[in-house]
């Protein structure tokens, strides 16, 4: 399977991948892993999607949210294999935190939106564990994030 071809079929669009902002960095390979740092909802002009599921989002924005968070993975992904996604034999974990309120309890199905992204993009090598998990705050006031743990080839 050509996850390239897969993201042109999808009619999906890679952004740039950010450099890290802070002391970390995006991308970490150990032995056959690559793990990438949480990825942070921003649309497609760049701007920052933020605010709190159940108070300034609905859930179809948060999974449009998640899209955006899933796509920023791929692009790192591509970036830490010198452009190469053929070097990704799967993807094992997905992790995304909801900026929600108390009250809020679809998590799930937001981060549904970056679950449904590595799919349609790695097909069966796209299938993951994950978590969704509610949190306070997230940096910048953005609605989702999400990191990612990859195997290489």
């Known amino acids: 399977m050509n996850f390239e071809e897969n993201i042109k079929k999808n009619n999906l669009t890679l952004p740039n991948a950010a450099d ?54 791929v692009a790192q992904s591509k970036k830490a294999t010198n452009g190469d996604l053929s070097k990704i034999k799967t993807c094992i974990k997905l992790t995304g935190f909801v900026n929600s309120t108390d009250t809020f309890t679809d998590q799930p199905k937001v981060i549904n939106g970056a679950s449904d992204t590595i799919s349609k993009i790695f097909g069966d090598a796209g299938m993951h ?25």
Do not use: M, W
């Open 20 to 73: 890290p902002v802070g002391s970390y960095v995006a991308t970490k390979v150990v032995g056959k892993l690559l793990y990438i740092s949480g990825q942070i909802s921003i649309d497609s002009e760049g701007k920052l999607i933020k605010g709190k599921l159940g108070k300034d989002l609905n859930l179809d924005e948060g999974y449009q949210a998640a899209i955006r968070c899933a796509l920023s993975i």
């Open 129 to 153: 564990t994950r978590a969704a998990v509610s949190v306070n705050s997230l940096p910048l006031g953005v609605a989702v994030e999400v990191d990612a743990i990859f195997e290489l080839n």
